[in-house]
């Protein structure tokens, strides 16, 4: 009755169906870990978000590689900003999605090391080899406060390094990169000013990160698991309708030949 499954079509259709189904319970279990990477990683942004200020040298130093754990905690600062070796970084966007520059400022601190300030976005005016009119920043000693970075990668941000732009243009935020421009010690990695606010509204300081959204990982996960339950209930189903497609098959000579008139 069921021996057409030892048939070569069969056999092929039932060992795709036996590796799609380990392969689609893998991909929601790949799914579900990252909404649960998601989740923990806005509930360690909110933290950071809430927390007080603490001074930036108590969580960063020279050559310091600022770890995730430490990604989006509100430091403080105090000292004055030298614009006059202020840099921007090309190719960013506001929250607009309008291209421009950020404003990459050295704030040097009581102690004579640098802070890098990432001051906010500015639009690009003018033509990409003239360095853009920057907004004055605060002049004589401040208290500074922002959000901690990591120095900038081509790996993690997708953003190629490009050499042999024009004078004080950057295409990716390093503290190492400005400490050899500098001649000076700097912190390592950066932040994101929040306070104090520019008097007219530029730079345009850059926004919190989302930390709200979760994403569609949980569905595409349930997603996934009823692809691979849905899996053995098709190959029932045409298991059923190959059976009865054959018997009724076998059925219709019989039937013609009782139906068929006798010979003279």
Do not use: C
Not at 115 to 137: E, H, S
Not at 138 to 165: F, N, W
Request: net charge negative; aromatic share 6%.
């Amino acid at each position: 009755m069921y021996r057409f499954l030892l048939t070569r079509q069969w056999v092929i259709l039932t060992l795709i169906g036996l590796v799609l189904i380990p392969v689609m319970v893998e991909l929601g279990f790949w799914q579900l870990h990252r909404h649960e990477h998601r989740v923990a990683q806005n509930e360690r942004i909110s933290k950071a978000l809430a927390a007080d200020p603490v001074p930036a040298e108590r969580l960063t130093s020279p050559g310091h590689e600022v770890p995730r754990t430490d990604l989006y905690r509100r430091v403080s600062a105090k000292g004055t900003f030298d614009t006059e070796h202020e840099v921007v970084v090309r190719r960013r966007t506001n929250s607009d999605d309008e291209v421009g520059f950020h404003v990459l400022t050295p704030f040097v601190l009581d102690d004579g090391k640098v802070l890098l300030v990432n001051r906010g976005w500015i639009p690009a005016d003018g033509p990409q080899t003239a360095f853009p009119k920057i907004p004055g920043a605060p002049k004589g000693e401040v208290t500074v406060t922002g959000r901690l970075m990591a120095d900038e990668t081509s790996a993690a941000s997708g953003i190629k390094d490009v050499r042999g732009l024009p004078d004080r243009q950057i295409m990716l935020i390093s503290s190492g990169q400005q400490a050899d421009s500098l001649g000076k010690q700097v912190l390592g990695g950066y932040i994101e000013q929040t306070s104090p606010e520019p008097r007219d509204g530029s730079p345009e300081l850059i926004g919190e990160p989302d930390h709200s959204g979760i994403g569609a990982h949980m569905a595409y996960a349930v997603q996934w698991w009823l692809f691979a339950a849905g899996v053995p209930v098709g190959w029932v189903v045409l298991v059923r309708r190959e059976r009865r497609d054959r018997a009724a098959a076998a059925q219709a000579p019989a039937a013609e030949a009782e139906t068929a008139p006798a010979s003279a």
